[in-house]
């Protein structure tokens, strides 16, 4: 089970931190972070490799956000700097077992948590 939480109302260019926790064991290979604003569909923000760490990252967040984990502590975590309006949405913390490339599309995403609401006012 995947439990999100960190969102809040912020100020543009303000930053937050979002959290992941799994109870249990995480049986994913990828742990993403995918978001869906009022009105759009669900889209792909970041994920990450369990195992080794790799990381992935939409074009619209590089440089301003940085996934990372505590695979012994069996936590996500989301840092955002830089916050925009534009990133206004539900944070969803996810799990997939699927190839490097599903980690891009939230629809290859098996476990879901329940988000929680970034707000971002200009």
């Known amino acids: 089970q995947l439990q999100a939480s960190g969102g809040g109302l912020v100020q543009a260019g303000d930053s937050l931190r979002l959290s992941c926790e799994v109870s249990?064991?995480?049986?994913?290979?990828?742990m993403g972070w995918p978001r869906q604003a009022p009105g759009k569909e669900r889209e792909f923000v970041a994920a990450?490799?369990?195992?080794?760490?790799?990381?992935y990252y939409a074009d619209s967040v590089k440089g301003r956000f940085t996934i990372s984990r505590d695979s012994r502590k069996k936590s996500g975590f989301l840092q955002m700097n830089d916050l925009a309006p534009e990133d206004s949405a539900v944070y969803y913390c996810?799990?997939?077992?699927?190839?490097?490339?599903?980690?891009?599309?939230?629809?290859?995403?098996?476990?879901w948590g329940q988000g929680t609401l970034v707000t971002v006012s200009s």
């Open positions: 249990g064991r995480f049986s994913g290979t990828f």
């Open positions: 990450i490799r369990w195992s080794g760490g790799f990381t």
């Open positions: 996810a799990s997939t077992n699927g190839i490097t490339s599903s980690v891009y599309d939230p629809s290859m995403y098996n476990y």
